[in-house]
């Protein structure tokens, strides 16, 4: 009977990254916002939303409820007297908005925040924001051990890392132009297609199997190969710029001088992979 070959991985290999979900949106629960009152609003939110109702029942507050935690952190999170009921900022009604999101690990927002569903296994976090006046909110989250919003603190921490885990919010105005609206779906596709391009300079051989390296890193390579054939085709006279200038600079500062390094070797940032000028 032959022998089962054994097989012994290289010392350093670290096992393929597991890819875990993005997290997804949940509900959204809104008060004390334009023209929804002190009695909450909740909306289930699914692939597809739609809302229905006539004039001056908060469709439009709800969307722009969505809108403004989306983009926490920014300009567009931020609320003006008008966003206040009656455009009055009432200490008793504040408008507070609410967000329940659906989690894939503990991790990235903190296990603290992470309540599990004992029927169904699902994992959520939920945050709220808080004005107090016109500008940006106080956000807390709620602390699943203490059963209570948090005085201070939320999952995910300073704005812009909750933003990297939140769906990019992209308003439709009845009345904008079809070309301003084309531009900003470009930026959302052009987007798309950047990150494809950074998660392409994160892969590592585990990708192809341990065959060889991914079409990126040989694209980089070939880069690398490039550059330091011109420098060193250039050395000659590069030298000679540089003995020029030390015997210059040593007149002056005894015992300094001038050395050029072109660096050739550095190609992570050398390579803009995809910096198209679209069209829709």
């Keep these: ?16 990254a597991v890819q875990i979900p993005r997290p997804r949106l949940n509900k959204l629960k809104v008060c004390n916002f334009r023209c929804i009152g002190p009695q909450p609003v909740e909306v289930e939110l699914d692939d597809i939303v739609i809302l229905v109702g006539p004039n001056n029942t908060g469709k ?44 894939f690990e503990k991790t990235a927002p903190g296990e603290r925040w992470v309540r599990t569903d004992p029927m169904t296994n699902e994992m959520f976090v939920r945050e709220k924001w808080v004005w107090s006046q016109a500008g940006a909110p106080k956000k807390v989250g709620w602390d699943v051990a203490a059963n209570d919003w948090h ?7 300073a ?40 998660g392409m300079s994160k892969k590592t051989t585990d990708e192809t199997g341990g065959e060889g390296p991914t079409d990126y890193e040989k694209l980089l390579g070939a880069i690398k190969d490039l550059r330091l054939k011109i420098a060193s085709d250039a050395a000659t006279a590069v030298a000679d710029v540089q003995e020029e200038l030390t015997s210059m600079i040593s007149a002056v500062f005894p015992g300094y001088g001038v050395t050029f390094d072109a660096r050739p070797e550095d190609v992570e940032g050398a390579l803009d992979l995809y910096k198209p000028d679209p069209v829709l």
């Design 1 to 16: 009977m032959g022998k089962k070959k054994a097989t012994v991985e290289p010392q350093g290999t670290e096992p393929p």
């Design 151 to 157: 005085a201070s603190e939320g999952p995910w921490g």
């Design 60 to 103: 439009t507050a709800i969307l722009r409820a969505y809108q403004v935690v989306m983009q926490h952190g920014s300009a567009e999170g931020e609320l003006t007297k008008e966003d206040f009921p009656n455009g009055e900022i009432d200490p008793a009604n504040l408008p507070t908005i609410e967000l329940e999101t659906v989690v």
């Design 159 to 198: 704005p812009h890392v909750a933003q990297a885990y939140r769906p990019e919010p992209h308003y439709v105005g009845a009345f904008q132009k079809p070309e301003d609206q084309a531009k900003e779906v470009v930026k959302l596709l052009s987007r798309a297609i950047t990150e494809r391009v950074k």
